[in-house]
């Protein structure tokens, strides 16, 4: 269960391609762990090591301390591709606790918003700001839902709302949903009526 | 009279066990669990951990098919490509056991890659929701079944509940005119669709898929065509049942069998969009203008009929794109020398498929120098293929004939293509390293495939078809 979330304030790393698929944030021949730690050594990693595993001193992301760089600014369509929950783990692991893009895949919102990893969609205007100021300063109020830099007039941006709420809270969702179990047997019910009642005539 | 309804529409409403309210989603219920060796561990160590158990493991399957070798076990071993994979395969078939799950693993006549296993065996039906963690689960739509790929997370949620939360998608169809020509494939029409919706142009669409076109295709079309859906950003993609997708499910193992099955399948038949009823979402495109398709790019939109020139680059990302692939806007594909040729995985790995391959092959041999790889989708396929002879095709024009699963396709078994190698791969994703570390994808249908293994470079494949008719 992630720890509750309500503002991040850090400095960006801007990566600006487009398309960022899960196979690049986490290739998948690591995929056969059984864990969801210690995958932030692997994140991106092909693009941060050769084939024979020494580190590119070229790749941003050798080079920045993650513990200040919260926040990942990435380009439109970020997360695409395989639906691997390792994608939002390795990202987590490596130390960043937020992505803004243009848009966001589907499944990868979904999988980051129950690892406490918050998709933040906005305008292309923003975005093209974030990306023409690297390493500047920003703030993610998920309670307010606006994003905050500078001199800006604050954004704003939208989280599925119980999503939103369970991160502000610490919710845990499998534990509220187990909370259904009533509904869940009684749907069951009418099922299995339906299957036994006899075929209209 | 009642609001005209989407066939989505009407498999959402019936699996709705509580409904979503602007502040929290619905829950939403699970017919079929599918579940795989990669995605699931985690999810077992999390219920376990809550002291739960797999609720409804009647209606959870598993299988074998990321991590596991396609060559047969030495001395007794088989060939895991770590101690890792083997121990993550160890792990599912503790964890069936320990649930009450079945499980077709090493030595069942079912194991297949999961999404050719599910419908081979009946599992997957109309009219059903379907999940597993994986993001080709829009491959059982093609029944006209609500299927879509998880996380591990989620993957938890329905082992413990069979339920989802979960929030409606909109709708979109992509109605596809007129009749394809020959040598065209369901997954010439896949590419095609995709090169028209671009990459995140499905984002937040649940597809249906109609016309003339898609009716006209078999079931393993259909299936290719849904598959592909998450690579236009779809969750998930669906074809209406009808008298095609009755019959391929007649008979098969898990499917009510005689007069039962007969009036489940009138029930499936009513599984249409109603006339009247609007989507969020229309494209239209001509079927019959669609032509073998192969993509150029790091994207499975980036796609164009095989002879195109490669289109000039609009963005840093196009350019970087271009850079990896070796190619130059302006200039055709089909001159670089391939490397490897894959046929197989869920979104091609089917017997039509490798007939299709196989049919362009027969009588000819892959060019030296070129790797071929054929790996049926599961073991039902390539006791089906071998019994029609086509090992003995593929084996005598030089390609290896594998033990099913995924294999080249995700690149995580051992099966992988060589730093700065071109691939031609029937498979669904050609993203950088995708197919291994450096590896270049060329995504195109089995035909082309197997004529590309032949000419040794990107190559049409009616070149070929048109010869063997006139032999």
Redesign the interface.
């Known amino acids: 269960m992630p720890e509750p979330l309500k503002v991040l304030t850090s400095r960006t790393l801007v990566l600006?391609?487009?398309?960022i698929?899960t196979?690049?944030i986490i290739?998948?021949?690591f995929?056969?762990?059984?864990?969801?730690t210690g995958l932030g050594q692997k994140a991106f990693y092909?693009w941060r090591y050769e084939?024979d595993g020494s580190a590119r001193p070229e790749a941003v992301l050798n080079r920045i301390d993650p513990a200040e760089h919260r926040i990942l600014v990435a380009?439109?369509?970020f997360g695409?591709?395989?639906?691997?929950?390792?994608a939002p783990w390795a990202l987590y692991d490596y130390g960043f606790r937020a992505v803004i893009s243009t848009?966001i895949?589907?499944?990868f919102t979904?999988?980051a918003l129950?690892?406490g990893f918050l998709p933040v969609v906005v305008d292309q205007a923003t975005w093209e700001d974030l990306v023409a100021n690297p390493e500047q300063v920003v703030t993610v109020d998920l309670e307010a839902g606006e994003v905050r830099r500078g001199n800006h007039a604050p954004v704003a941006f939208a989280v599925?709302?119980?999503a939103r709420?369970c991160l502000l809270d610490g919710v845990d969702?499998?534990g509220?949903?187990?909370k259904?179990?009533p509904?869940?047997e009684a749907?069951?019910r009418t099922?299995s009526e339906q299957a036994l009642a006899p075929?209209p005539a | 009279m009642s609001r005209p309804r989407t066939l989505f529409d009407k498999v959402w409403d019936a699996h709705v066990?509580?409904r979503e309210t602007?502040?929290?989603?619905g829950?939403l219920?699970i017919d079929l669990h599918l579940v795989h060796e990669?995605?699931s561990?985690?999810a077992f160590?999390?219920i376990e951990a809550?002291g739960l158990k797999v609720r409804r493991p009647d209606k959870t399957f598993a299988t074998l098919d990321?991590?596991t070798p396609t060559l047969p076990a030495i001395d007794g071993q088989l060939p895991y490509?770590?101690a890792?994979?083997k121990?993550?395969v160890t792990?599912l078939e503790e964890n069936c056991g320990r649930h009450g799950i079945d499980l077709a693993g090493w030595g069942s006549p079912d194991r297949g890659v999961v999404h050719v296993m599910g419908p081979e065996l009946g599992l997957t039906q109309p009219g059903m929701t379907v999940v597993c963690?994986?993001?080709h689960t829009a491959t059982h739509g093609a029944f006209g079944a609500l299927a879509f790929?998880?996380?591990?997370?989620?993957v938890?949620?329905v082992l413990?509940?069979?339920?989802l939360?979960q929030?409606k998608?909109k709708a979109m169809r992509v109605t596809v005119t007129g009749a394809l020509t020959p040598g065209v494939s369901g997954k010439d029409m896949a590419l095609a669709v995709i090169a028209e919706l671009g990459?995140?142009g499905g984002?937040?669409f649940v597809i249906e898929y109609a016309g003339e076109a898609v009716r006209s295709l078999d079931m393993e079309g259909r299936m290719t065509l849904c598959n592909m859906s998450?690579e236009a950003?779809a969750?998930a993609g669906m074809i209406a049942p009808d008298a095609v997708a009755i019959d391929w499910l007649r008979g098969r193992k898990h499917v009510p069998q005689g007069e039962a099955y007969e009036?489940r399948a009138a029930e499936w038949l009513t599984l249409v969009t109603d006339p009247g009823a609007v989507f969020d979402a229309e494209i239209v495109i001509d079927g019959a203008a669609i032509r073998p398709m192969a993509t150029w790019g790091?994207?499975p939109d980036a796609g164009s009929p095989i002879g195109s020139r490669v289109p000039e680059p609009k963005?840093?990302?196009d350019r970087?794109a271009l850079a990896y692939m070796g190619f130059e806007a302006g200039e055709t594909t089909t001159t670089q020398a391939v490397d490897v040729v894959f046929i197989g995985s869920c979104t091609n790995g089917r017997l039509p498929d490798l007939r299709a391959a196989a049919e362009v092959l027969r009588g000819r041999k892959v060019k030296p120098g070129v790797r071929m790889l054929v790996v049926p989708g599961s073991e039902a396929v390539r006791r089906d293929a071998e019994a029609e002879g086509l090992h003995h095709v593929f084996t005598e024009a030089g390609a290896e004939w594998r033990i099913p699963g995924c294999s080249m396709c995700?690149?995580?078994n051992g099966d992988f293509v060589a730093?700065g190698q071109l691939a031609v791969s029937t498979s669904n994703?050609n993203?950088?390293?995708?197919q291994g570390?450096?590896a270049r994808t060329i995504l195109a249908s089995p035909a082309t495939a197997a004529a590309s293994a032949i000419a040794g470079v990107l190559t049409d494949p009616r070149v070929y078809l048109s010869e063997t008719a006139h032999a």
């Open positions: 600006t391609q487009a398309n698929d196979d690049q290739p998948a021949r995929l056969t762990t059984t864990e969801t092909d084939a380009g439109d369509n695409c591709g395989s639906s691997r929950e390792h848009s895949a589907d499944i979904s999988n129950k690892n599925e709302p119980f709420q969702t499998l509220w949903l187990q259904h179990m509904d869940i749907y069951e099922q075929e | 066990v509580t602007p502040e929290t989603p829950v219920y990669v995605t561990p985690q160590t999390e809550r990321h991590s490509v770590t890792e994979a121990s993550q792990r963690g994986d993001s790929g998880i996380g591990t997370s989620e938890g949620h413990a509940t069979q339920c939360l929030r998608s990459f995140g984002t937040g998450i950003g969750r009036a790091t994207t963005s840093d990302s970087k995700i690149a995580m730093p994703r993203f950088e390293g995708r570390k450096g």
